[in-house]
């Protein structure tokens, strides 16, 4: 192994930071383990909305706790409001889990705008897809909440040939959805996924 090759970058003085040196060297260790490392620095803004594909497998998930976790980089998601019940609920929260009702999304694209604007500093983590089945289209929540937030968008992917999670550059949320999505699609390719049929 290359002296100069890390299993994830250091943050910049922007982002919201969660952990102690002990829980990095503990998500380090998992991605080590798993042959993963984070390949791209990460934004220096205080608030964004990551959309996060292709999302074909279970291992997306543990991938992506273990890169969070190694950076010490907190990340918010939105789950359903069931999630919050006791004795669960202080640990979704604590993760940075946001409650919302899925049967109302306009709400949901309310309660996110409404996160990001009593923190200081937030970076909320989406998939786009919704499933880890093929799907035909993306849902569209990321861009209505990163309109309504005003905050901007950054691609993150898992290429499972490199082993390596990407961060891709920055872009405002335009009011063109279809531009701001092929842009972002232009970002992932099949290739990248665990089951590339999936995506």
């Avoid at 907190?74 to 004795?87: E, H, M, Y």
Wanted: proline share 9%.
């Amino acid at each position: 192994m290359r002296a100069s090759w890390r299993i994830v970058p250091d943050l910049p003085p922007a982002t919201p930071a969660r952990g102690n040196a002990a829980s990095r060297a503990l998500g380090r260790a998992v991605l080590r383990a798993l042959r993963w490392r984070v390949a791209d620095p990460v934004p220096d803004v205080p608030k964004l909305v990551a959309v996060v594909a292709p999302h074909t497998c279970g291992w997306d998930v543990v991938v992506g706790l273990a890169a969070i976790v190694a950076l010490g980089i907190r990340i918010g998601f939105l789950a359903k409001r069931q999630t919050f019940r006791w004795p669960f609920a202080w640990f979704f929260k604590w993760m940075g889990g946001i409650p919302v009702d899925r049967d109302a999304p306009e709400a949901t694209v309310a309660r996110a705008a409404e996160a990001f604007r009593t923190s200081d500093r937030l970076y909320l983590a989406l998939a786009p897809e919704g499933t880890r089945r093929k799907v035909a289209r993306w849902k569209t929540g990321f861009h209505r909440i990163a309109r309504a937030a005003g905050v901007p968008i950054v691609p993150v992917w898992l290429d499972y040939r490199t082993r390596t999670v990407g961060i891709g550059p920055l872009r405002p949320a335009s009011d063109d959805l279809e531009a701001d999505t092929a842009w972002l699609k232009s970002h992932f390719t099949a290739a990248m996924a665990r089951h590339p049929e999936r995506y």
